[in-house]
Nanobody, 128 residues
Framework: HVQLVESGGGSVQAGGSLKLSCVVTGYSDANYCIGWFRQSPGKEREGVAHIYVNGGMTYYTESVKGRFTISRHNTENAVDLQMDSLNPEDTGMYSC??????????????????????WGQGTQVTVS
C-alpha cells in the first residue's frame, strides 16, 4: 500500500525560497518516479518536476528550470523539491505523486498526471 505525505509548504515573499518534502512508503524497490505537481484556483494541475528514484534522472517544466531542484534522499524514502527565486505565479497547492517507472528513460521526458497512480494530500505554497 503506497502512501505519500508532503510537508514544507507555507507563505513567502517573492524572491524567497521554500523546500518541500515527500515521504514515500510502500514500495518494495526503487523503480518508481516521484513527481511534484501544482494547481492554482481556476487552472489545471500541472507537472513541475519529477525524478526516477533508482537512478536520479530528472525532468523540469520550463517555467521552473534553474529555480527548482528535485532530489532524493540517500537514506530516507523521501524526495525534496527546493524552490528558489519564487514568484507569485508559483502559488498553488503542491502535491507529490508516484508512478511505476521501469527505467530512467521515462523520467527524462514529460510525464502526464495520468501516469501517476498514487497521490499525497498536498501542501499549500503562497508567494506574495
Amino acid at each position: 500500500h503506497v502512501q505519500l505525505v508532503e510537508s514544507g509548504g507555507g507563505s513567502v515573499q517573492a524572491g524567497g525560497s521554500l523546500k518541500l518534502s515527500c515521504v514515500v512508503t510502500g514500495y518494495s524497490d526503487a523503480n518508481y518516479c516521484i513527481g511534484w505537481f501544482r494547481q492554482s484556483p481556476g487552472k489545471e494541475r500541472e507537472g513541475v518536476a519529477h525524478i526516477y528514484v533508482n537512478g536520479g534522472m530528472t525532468y523540469y517544466t520550463e517555467s521552473v528550470k534553474g529555480r527548482f531542484t528535485i532530489s532524493r534522499h540517500n537514506t530516507e524514502n523521501a524526495v525534496d523539491l527546493q524552490m528558489d527565486s519564487l514568484n507569485p505565479e508559483d502559488t498553488g497547492m503542491y502535491s507529490c505523486a508516484a508512478a511505476d517507472c521501469v527505467n530512467g528513460l521515462q523520467a527524462l521526458t514529460v510525464m502526464t498526471k495520468n501516469e501517476f497512480k498514487y497521490w499525497g494530500q498536498g501542501t499549500q505554497v503562497t508567494v506574495s
